[in-house]
Nanobody
Framework: QVQLVESGGGLVQAGGSLRLSCSAS????????MGWFRQAPGTEREFVAG????????DYADSVKGRFTISKDKANNTVSLQMHSLKPEDTAVYYC????????????????WGRGTQVTVSS
C-alpha cells in the first residue's frame, strides 16, 4: 500500500526558508510523478510543484517560480520542496501526492496523498 508522509513544516517569518520532505513507500515509483500541493483555509487545493521520479522534468506554479525548488532522492524515496523568500500568502497545509507517469497540476489526477504538513509564514 502506498504511503506518503510529509515533514518539515513549521512557523517562519516572511523572507525565511523551509524545507519540506515527502517520504514515499509501498511500491516502486520509477514510473510515477510526485506533486506538492497546498491548501489554505477556505480555498481550493492548488498545485505547487511536480517532478518525475525518472528524468529531469519539473513544473512549478507561477506563484512559486524562482522561490521554490522540488528535488528527489531516489535512493531514499524522498521528494523535497525547498522554499525560500516565503511570504504570508504561502501559509497553507502542504501535501505531497503521486500518480502514474506524468506531472499534472490537477488534484483529481493524483491517486495517493499524504496527510499534509502545516506551513505558517508570519508577516
Amino acid at each position: 500500500q502506498v504511503q506518503l508522509v510529509e515533514s518539515g513544516g513549521g512557523l517562519v517569518q516572511a523572507g525565511g526558508s523551509l524545507r519540506l520532505s515527502c517520504s514515499a513507500s509501498g511500491r516502486a515509483f520509477s514510473t510515477y510523478a510526485m506533486g506538492w500541493f497546498r491548501q489554505a483555509p477556505g480555498t481550493e487545493r492548488e498545485f505547487v510543484a511536480g517532478i518525475r521520479w525518472n528524468g529531469a522534468n519539473t513544473d512549478y506554479a507561477d506563484s512559486v517560480k524562482g522561490r521554490f525548488t522540488i528535488s528527489k532522492d531516489k535512493a531514499n524515496n524522498t521528494v523535497s520542496l525547498q522554499m525560500h523568500s516565503l511570504k504570508p500568502e504561502d501559509t497553507a497545509v502542504y501535501y505531497c501526492a503521486t500518480r502514474r507517469w506524468l506531472i499534472s497540476t490537477r488534484t483529481e489526477e493524483y491517486d495517493y496523498w499524504g496527510r499534509g504538513t502545516q506551513v505558517t509564514v508570519s508577516s
